[in-house]
């Protein structure tokens, strides 16, 4: 009897190498893929089967199949800066969407078992609060938007072809192999660089916003599983932690867990959702993980891990497509207020 087969793309990446690595734990075979771009080689967990390549090359997504098949295909593959995404729109529609079909037509064509799909509380908007999966999604940035529409498409595909899908909906997860150069998210990365490069931690506004982070082992082995699960198929679930907790109150927390004191900028406030909570009720009915890890033990998890690392120069996108209203500090050269 062979062995379970699955695809899982973004296999570099965060979320997607600590994923691969649950399904090896499962005992399964996994082919990983990742065009490198947001990903390190060095992420990828050893006994995948690495391919590197890009979802929005339809020829390439259509050679995965060449020779084998999965069973079921995690799709953790995207570029997911929010904010960010209304500079960059093309670049956003065409690798978050447009890959993502790719993906889903292969999938229904070879009769995949189940596509395991992370979206993005993104998709909810602003003024949703608490965030719970009843709520019709009203997406305000071009991210959200393609996550929510990568979502219809699954549920069309499944009405028309059949093709099983179970749709996650993480937040804020943070935690080691995060990368910790990209300086448009993940402000727990950004936080921990500058810290350790010596500069100020910037934020945007008056670091009020409201944020549930989410520790990356409390994340990754629901995912992996949750195609085992009974009665999990054709549902949406959030998934990340409960407490919320504002960014000068995660820088302070930060600061502590490398043993210094905080040093904080403000730069001008950004577009974005203030507050940000979702429910896991949901979550907890079909899944009845244990309880998560308290962040301060995972940022003290963490920012060993990125000593380890040490400091990374940030790199800056080459796509940026529209500059008019991009904040300063996301311009190419020295960011805004910070020293060098």
Known sequence: MRRTRVLVTGAAGFLGSHVAEQCLKLGWEVTGVDDLS???IENVPQGVHFLRGTVSDLKWVEGLWNGTSYDYVYHLAAYAAEG???????YNYETNLLGSVSLINQAVIHDVKCFVFTSSIAVYGANQVPMTEDLVPQPEDPYGISKYAVELDLAAAHHMFGLPYIIFRPHNVYGERQNIADKYRNVIGI?????MGKMPMTIFGDGLQTRAFSYIDDVAPIIARAPTVPGVYQHVFNIGADQPCTILELAEKVARSF???PHVIHLPARKEVVHAIAGHEKIQKYFSPPPPLPLDEGLARMAS???S???????????I???KGLPPSWRD????????
């Open 38 to 40: 947001g990903g390190f």
């Open 84 to 90: 960010l995404s209304h500079f960059i729109r093309h």
């Open 191 to 195: 936080f921990m660089n500058q810290v």
């Open 259 to 261: 043993g210094v004191a």
């Open 305 to 307: 891990w990125a000593m």
């Open 309 to 319: 690392v040490g400091p990374t120069p940030r790199a800056a996108l080459s796509k």
């Open 321 to 323: 497509e529209i500059e």
């Open 333 to 340: 050269g020295p960011e805004a207020g910070q020293e060098q």
